[in-house]
């Protein structure tokens, strides 16, 4: 899986943290990117992002689909137990619950995609001194 927190780290030129995995788990662990961007380390850049894209997307669709699968499990609930009202508040409470750290999530998956494709349009259209302060900037800030 891909993060923005580590592709950021690695290009932004600080060293990167273990965060509970060995060298074989990730082979980016501990490397240093030099400082400056270069053509070669934009293209990079530019690779790195659209795979944590492609892997926010897919998980923002798990994250539908569980909610619709939540909604239509609920229904089913409600009308197999009309006659009994405290399982369908249980099931109600589990279903808003649920949703509400579901939405949470594709709350977040949605702003890192949104950084993620600003940060793409970066990387085409700015010089490689732009590109690599922009980085050294949303390092920090996530």
């Known amino acids: 899986m891909a993060s923005l927190r580590r592709v950021l780290q690695e290009y932004s030129g600080k060293p990167l943290t273990t965060m509970g995995q060995t ?8 490397k240093k990117r030099p400082s400056g961007m270069t053509a070669n380390a934009k293209q990079d850049l530019r690779r790195d992002l659209e795979a944590v894209k492609r892997d ?24 197999t137990n009309l006659g009994k009202p405290g399982l369908i508040k249980i099931a109600m409470a589990g279903f808003g619950v649920s ?23 970066l990387a085409v259209n700015m010089g490689p001194e732009s590109v690599q302060t922009v980085i050294n900037i949303l390092s920090k800030r996530l």
């Open 23 to 30: 060298d074989s788990e990730d082979p980016h662990l501990g």
């Open 99 to 121: 949703t509400a750290g579901l939405i949470t999530m594709m709350v977040n998956l949605w702003r890192v995609k949104s950084i993620t494709e600003i940060l793409l349009l």
């Open 56 to 79: 926010n997307h897919r998980y923002f669709l798990i994250c539908v689909v569980m909610i619709l699968v939540l909604f239509v499990a609920s229904i089913a609930v409600i009308f």
